[in-house]
């Protein structure tokens, strides 16, 4: 209904400035702007919900946890933040800080499986790759350190765990992808 009277609206709205259509196109073109924004700001399904503040450099990989619904971010800083709903709300806060990344964290995933928490760091130059597997401590929400996978040579770049296997399957700048298993 309201997207009809929007419409209806945008119709009405540019035939009375058919005339002027011909000798000012910024009339035109402001109007159909105007109309367009109209028409698709009340059909945005989403809206934001907060945002997550705690890196001391910029974040540049996230993932979600399908079994916990724990959000997990990668930063520059070389860290990665583990992020869980406050109960009962739908706002998350911080439940911990992962550290022991030797170079800014470039990827992560988290295992559908085992909910292990995969992190990817790395640097060329002086050839430090790995990727960091966390597994959560039973019963405590905290995690720890399983494991380090090391081969790459070159940053890791991408990192898919495949939700029935568990295995994990790494990509690098050095041109190769690893796979993992348990």
């Not at 971010?73 to 992962?98: N, R």
């Not at 405590?140 to 990192?159: A, F, M, P």
Request: glycine share 8%.
């Amino acid at each position: 209904m309201c997207h009809t009277l929007y419409l209806l609206l945008c119709y009405s709205l540019l035939s009375l400035l058919l005339a002027q259509l011909l000798t000012s196109h910024t009339i035109y073109l402001h109007i159909s702007v105007l109309c367009y924004s109209v028409i698709f700001q009340a059909q945005e399904p989403y809206s934001l919900l907060q945002v997550l503040r705690r890196h001391g450099e910029r974040v540049r990989v996230v993932a979600v946890c399908r079994r916990t619904g724990r959000i997990v971010t990668g930063s520059d800083d070389e860290t990665a933040i583990v992020w869980d709903k406050k109960p009962g709300e739908d706002e998350y806060q911080l439940l911990q800080i992962l550290h022991g990344h030797r170079h800014l964290v470039s990827a992560l995933a988290v295992c559908p499986k085992t909910g292990h928490i995969i992190t990817g760091f790395g640097k060329k130059d002086i050839g430090d790759s790995a990727c960091m597997v966390w597994k959560e401590e039973e019963g405590t929400n905290r995690y720890h350190l399983l494991q380090e996978l090391k081969g790459h040579t070159d940053s890791v770049i991408g990192i898919a765990v495949c939700a029935t296997t568990g295995k994990i399957v790494t990509a690098s700048w050095d041109n190769k992808a690893m796979i993992w298993k348990q």
